[in-house]
């Protein structure tokens, strides 16, 4: 059976059919769209895929960025399947990003990082070296602060063309919960690396580090979640 037949018969069921590996490449394809678009389930570069009856990539194209990120489908199906890469697809994951401003938002986003980082790195040595409180005590604190004012920064202004799928208090209990998880790596490895004498701004840097590259996705994916955007 081709892969025009296959599809033929999976779009009897689903009005999405896509083919792709289900592979790392695959997988990590999906894991950097969500970045910036959470509500995407599939990968964005499938090379050829039927939607509504008709299929894209062999004799016409489609926007498949465009489906996947505003949620134009009811039903979706995978068939695991290696074909050749259609550059298309790129284009328009590249389309939707300029549309929803994502260079905008990938700028918002590193400001609130750097600032979150900041703060912290201040807070705890006045807290620490002028107040003369207990390291981990000062840490504690600095990492709370920070996290009040990035998710200030986040929900208001990094994510604002997004329609949160969860209220106010829903998303910040669980960016709380997903930072604190993170605090407890940051001040775990602070504490390692402390063993080791390393300079106390140094160690915590690291462990700020360290926490943030576990707490992007799980922050950006499942608290500010939305199905849909608003291009600004």
Do not use: C
Request: proline share 3%; glycine share 6%.
């Amino acid at each position: 059976m081709s892969i025009e037949d296959e599809i033929k018969e999976k779009m009897e069921d689903y009005d999405l059919v896509l083919v792709y590996p289900n592979n790392i490449v695959s997988k990590l394809a999906i894991f950097l769209t969500r970045l910036v678009f959470p509500s995407v389930k599939y990968n964005p570069l499938s090379p050829v895929f039927g939607y509504k009856g008709k299929i894209y990539g062999i004799w016409e194209e489609g926007n498949l960025a465009d489906i996947l990120v505003n949620h134009k489908y009811k039903k979706a199906y995978v068939l695991n399947r290696k074909l050749k890469y259609n550059p298309k697809r790129m284009d328009d994951i590249m389309e939707q990003f300029h549309k929803y401003d994502g260079v905008k938002l990938v700028i918002r986003y590193a400001i609130t990082s750097v600032s979150g980082v900041l703060m912290n790195l201040l807070i705890f040595a006045t807290f620490y070296k002028l107040f003369n409180i207990n390291d981990l005590i000062s840490l504690t604190i600095a990492i709370e602060v920070s996290i009040g004012i990035t998710f200030f920064l986040n929900n208001n202004w990094v994510f604002s063309n997004r329609v949160y799928a969860k209220p106010l208090w829903r998303r910040f209990f669980g960016y709380h919960f997903i930072l604190i998880s993170g605090m407890l790596i940051n001040i775990g490895t602070y504490y390692v690396l402390s063993l080791f004498r390393i300079n106390y701004l140094l160690a915590d840097f690291i462990g700020i580090i360290i926490a943030g590259i576990w707490s992007l996705y799980m922050v950006d994916v499942h608290v500010f979640f939305s199905q849909y955007q608003r291009s600004e």
